[in-house]
């Protein structure tokens, strides 16, 4: 367990506790969250990071990738079938691994500014 808390930049490359910095916001899971820290208990279930960075990095990964595949159309001119054998992968190990930094980012984002719904103290 470390002694201080990670950066944003730290939690979400790492998928550290925002309190503790220990590796356990994700444990057996690539883009859910443990419902709380096995180090130091921190409830993870209470923050709400929602959907806003699925819909933010869809529109920018999907932005880069129909970039990259118009630029192999117009240079190579491929057959379909190696778009698909390309670009399918490539949009999915995008969108999971930018997720699972942004999420972690997001949440440690909120943990760090103590954000919470109005109405609701922490």
């Known amino acids: 367990m470390s002694l201080a808390e990670p950066s944003i930049v730290q939690a979400g490359l790492r998928g550290l506790c925002p ?3 220990a590796a356990t916001l994700y444990g057996r899971h690539w883009i ?3 419902p709380s820290c096995r180090a130091c208990g921190l409830d993870i ?7 806003g960075p699925a819909a ?4 920018i990964l999907g932005t880069v990738v129909m970039a990259m595949a118009i630029v192999l159309e117009l240079t190579v001119h491929p057959p379909l079938w190696v778009h698909l ?5 490539v949009t ?5 691994g930018s997720l699972r930094l942004a999420k972690a ?4 984002a909120e943990y760090r500014n103590r954000a919470a ?3 609701r103290d922490r």
């Open 117 to 119: 719904e109005a109405g």
């Open 56 to 59: 933010f990095l869809t529109l």
């Open 32 to 34: 859910k969250f443990e």
């Open 105 to 108: 980012a997001l949440l440690a």
């Open 92 to 96: 999915f190990a995008g969108v999971i």
């Open 45 to 51: 279930a209470a923050f709400n990071v929602g959907d």
């Open 85 to 89: 054998l390309i670009w399918l992968p």
């Open 19 to 21: 309190r503790c910095g």
